[in-house]
């Protein structure tokens, strides 16, 4: 399976890739691998553990979704296909739609074929967010917090940086309870 909450992912930032088979968002691999293909600046993420995703990494689950997709999505699907004369972007269009009508919000795809996909971008996390949002129990230096028997001093600083965090104007409020 491709990714997973709260799995380490990888993208290509310098992607210019414009196939997107499941649809507008931001496309990520569990392994980098499968990523270094669309560019050559791969970073790691964090699948926010939070964000629902939808399990289409079989092909045949996909295609069964993608029909069903097109069929209560006709009228998206043909005014998408009239303005882009593109099949692969009516399907793609329409398989985002009925996700994000089920509630969805991201898919999980074939890493080898086309990857997966989240439709909001802040639901991959940098390891940093992904530590300070107090998904991850490790140091700022990367090493396990609690090998050592430190657990509350490292409980601490986490803290901290959360709250810093949760005032900066790059998370907002989204981690706020």
Known sequence: ??????????????????????????YFAADPKNVS??????????????VKM?????????SRF????VKQNLTLFKTTLDKTNSDEEAVAKVITAQAKKMGYGGIMGDDRAFGSVVFNKRDLLSPGQ???????????DG????????SKKVEKALEAEFEK????K???TQYSQ
Do not use: C, W
């Open 143 to 150: 090493g396990d917090s609690f090998k050592k028997g430190n």
């Open 1 to 26: 399976m491709t990714g997973g909450k709260g799995q380490k992912v990888y993208r290509a930032v310098d992607s210019t890739n414009p196939h997107k088979v499941l649809g507008e968002g931001v």
């Open 165 to 168: 965090m949760k005032k900066s």
């Open 170 to 172: 790059e998370v907002g």
């Open 66 to 69: 993608s029909e069903e997709a």
């Open 54 to 62: 939808l399990d289409l990494t079989d092909p045949n689950k996909l």
């Open 37 to 50: 293909r669309y560019g050559k600046k791969i970073e790691t993420y964090y699948l926010d553990p939070r």
């Open 130 to 140: 992904y530590a300070q949002a107090g998904f991850a129990r490790f140091t700022k």
